[in-house]
């Protein structure tokens, strides 16, 4: 009778831990999607995700236009 309610206990733990192991997975999946890196433009400051800057004399603009403006 006691080994059978250690076996129940042992049972109930595992699938705690597991199940915990499963969501921080997924939450740290999810985090790096929905957070991509966020650089501000050097024109006029606006946050824009690294995939969409634009780089030019290593600053990083919103767009091309705002990259031209500082071309000299
Ligand atoms: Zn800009």
Do not use: W
Not at 4 to 31: E, G, N, W
Not at 48 to 66: F, K, L, N, T
């Amino acid at each position: 009778m006691a080994i059978r309610l250690v076996f129940i206990i042992m049972f109930a733990l595992s699938c705690v831990f597991l199940i915990r192991k499963y969501k921080a997975m997924r939450s740290q999946k999810t985090r790096n999607i929905t957070e991509p890196k966020i650089l501000a433009c050097a024109d006029c400051g606006v946050y824009v995700p690294e995939s969409d800057a634009v780089r030019r004399h290593g600053r990083v603009y919103c767009s091309s236009m705002h990259a031209e403006n500082h071309e000299v």
